[in-house]
């Protein structure tokens, strides 16, 4: 990876945000589905990074789920920055034919540089989420990333609401 020097400003205020995003937990736990999906170990002293790296895990991951839609040459690990983001982009691609919304995946340099491992974790729930879907028949991830929050009001507050605002009237909404 090529030297970058580092970010001051709004960048690293961003930054800061996505690394207080990541959980080690969920972290374990997708490393935990992949070893049982893909049924191969990660390695002791190997890192999450360092695993997915070169995108090979990934589109094995994805022939798990998917049969044969992502071609073997992608199996092989390589140590060329090209080839690597190559096979995360075949991975991200067929993710997207696969039905993901394109708003749950990460970008490649997202996984290649290391900017944002929370969205690459959240990525791989949103993929296990479509595949059970679409009756994809083995494990589940246990945690939801994404709980909807349900805000419950009671009627005198949303009366409240309505009438200190003035919001309705017999035309819909007031101009003031």
Aim: aromatic share 12%; glycine share 6%.
């Amino acid at each position: 990876m090529a030297y970058r020097a580092p970010k001051s400003g709004i960048a690293a205020d961003i930054q800061r945000k996505r690394q207080s995003e990541y959980k080690v937990s969920m972290e374990n736990e997708v490393v935990d589905w992949i070893e049982y999906v893909l049924n191969e170990g990660k390695g002791e002293f190997v890192d999450f990074h360092e695993w997915l790296l070169d995108g090979t895990i990934l589109c094995k991951l994805f022939n798990c789920i998917e049969q044969n839609k992502i071609f073997s040459k992608h199996f092989r690990p390589t140590p060329a920055p090209f080839k690597q983001l190559d096979n995360i982009n075949v991975f991200l691609l067929a993710c997207k034919d696969y039905g993901v919304k394109e708003g749950e995946l990460f970008v490649s340099l997202d996984l290649h540089e290391a900017n944002d491992l929370a969205q690459v974790i959240s990525s791989i729930f949103a993929l296990e989420r479509v595949a059970f879907r679409k009756g994809w028949i083995g494990p589940r991830l246990k945690s939801r990333e994404h709980t909807r929050k349900v805000l419950r009001l009671s009627r005198e507050r949303l009366n409240e609401d309505y009438t200190s605002y003035g919001m309705w009237n017999q035309g819909g909404l007031s101009k003031g």
